[in-house]
């Protein structure tokens, strides 16, 4: 523990937000005083981890890598954390990320843009880039990210790791802080199935305290070994779009002729085009971020900043101390929510989401996973992706869908630029954990 402290603290990618180094030292004593006796422990006893910093730690800095909470601690623990810590496991950091889930790079951030680990002048991803970072240098035996439109998954293929989107619901959201409710996700970072398996099992499972979430079946280690899956699926117009690379075309069809070549069926499948995958994720992850933030007013929460009178403070905090980028879409947001727009941009988005949850259903009606690449391109250099917002947006083409439908999504790394996805039907994380072994 001592070590990846040490590790995490001279670090050069801006992974850290802040070092929980005396909880973690008086844990890691307790566990060497149970070693040193003889004692048995549990299999997450010891491990060090990270948390993205937009999970409650009670007394930790919570800041959502903003100016609003830089000095906020948190007053509870998130139930997901809470099961990690029963089991033994320790917490070392508070992960840097886009502020408030905002973002695909990482840069949208005060503690400065965390470096890819591959290649540190590239972007590690994101919004989760300091816990994939610290999983891919091994400062971190895994990381807990948040997952809202690929959060995960692509800086998890960006620092070529594994990283899971269970199934909506799986693990609990309490106290994750809310981006967009419908799809914020809790899961694993790691650099192995085995270890996605085992931390998704603790984390799994109903909690009052968040009524989307429900019971599900453990998944041993044996449930993995043996592949059943038959039949593979594709979208052709992912891979014949104009806006994926070559090089990111030519490894999924690499993946797909291997695949083919060990006996399995592909299948070409039909779907939405990129960009109506994008607006409608867009349209409702922002009339669900200006709902969710809308008690961040310096009131209860948030640095406050005193103006005149009560609705001049609200609107200095605010315009002060949130990212240009969460500014755009709190008033995007609104303005989708608002009379005489929401007819015809909010409810005609939930109703393309239903569309497209009908067109997964289809799909699973007629093959066991879908692959893709993660993203239509390779990591952007740090600084770049800040000047194209619209451009930021299109490039989680490949990862938004699988959000709206809020199926169970995992992300293999390949040695390639993007990493390889795969996606189940809703609460089938357990065949997304055996096609991924499989193809080990
Ligand atoms: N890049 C996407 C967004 O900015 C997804 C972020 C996330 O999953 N938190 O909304």
């Known amino acids: 523990v001592q070590e990846k402290l040490d590790l995490l603290k001279q670090n050069t ?16 004593a307790k566990v060497d005083a149970k070693i040193a006796n003889n004692e048995k422990i549990g299999l997450l006893e010891g491990i060090p981890f990270g948390i993205k910093d937009v999970y409650m730690v009670q007394g930790t800095y919570t800041t959502a890598s903003s100016d609003l909470l830089k000095k906020y601690k948190s007053p509870y623990t998130a139930t997901a954390i809470q099961k990690l810590l029963d089991a033994g496991a320790i917490p070392l950091v508070k992960e840097n990320c886009d502020s408030f889930g905002h973002g695909s790079s990482s840069e949208n951030t005060v503690f400065g843009a965390v470096k890819n680990a591959v290649n540190p002048e590239l972007v590690a991803g994101g919004s989760s880039g300091g816990s994939a970072v610290n999983v891919a240098k091994e400062y971190t035996a895994f990381s807990i990210g948040g997952d809202t439109g690929g959060s995960i998954r692509q800086p998890a293929g960006y620092n070529n790791i594994y990283g899971l989107k269970p199934t909506y619901g799986k693990i609990s959201r309490y106290g994750l802080m809310a981006y967009a409710s419908s799809t914020d996700c809790v899961g694993p970072l790691a650099k192995s199935i085995e270890d996605i398996r085992i931390v998704l099992n603790v984390m799994s499972g109903k909690d009052v305290k968040d009524q989307t979430s429900y019971n599900s079946k453990e998944i041993n280690e044996n449930d993995i070994l043996k592949n059943n899956v038959k039949t593979v699926g594709y979208f052709k117009n992912f891979i014949e779009s104009e806006a994926i690379d070559a090089s990111v075309k030519a490894d999924f069809l690499a993946s797909i002729e291997k695949i083919k070549a060990a006996g399995i069926e592909v299948k070409e499948l039909d779907f939405f085009k990129s960009d109506i995958l994008v607006s409608t994720y867009y349209t409702l992850a922002m009339a669900e971020t200006a709902s969710n933030l809308s008690r961040l007013d310096g009131t209860n929460y948030g640095d406050r900043i005193e103006g005149e009178n009560l609705k001049d403070t609200y609107s200095i905090t605010r315009s002060k101390n949130f990212s240009e980028e969460s500014k755009r879409r709190i008033v995007g947001g609104n303005q989708v929510l608002s009379q005489g727009f929401s007819d015809e941009i909010y409810l005609k988005g939930l109703e393309l989401r239903d569309h497209i949850s009908a067109n997964f259903n289809k799909d699973f009606s007629e093959v066991d996973v879908i692959l893709s690449p993660v993203t239509p391109s390779a990591p952007p250099k740090i600084g770049d992706s800040l000047k194209d917002p619209h451009a930021m947006y299109l490039s989680d083409a490949y990862t938004v869908g699988f959000s709206l439908g809020q199926l169970p999504t995992l992300t293999v790394p390949q ?11 809703k609460n089938n994380d357990e065949l997304v954990l055996k096609f991924a072994n499989f193809l080990k």
Not at 13 to 28: G, I, M
């Open 415 to 425: 040695g390639t630029v993007t990493g390889l996805q795969i996606t189940a039907a």
């Open 13 to 28: 990618y801006n992974s850290v937000n802040s070092l929980l180094d005396s909880t973690a030292l008086d844990l890691a």
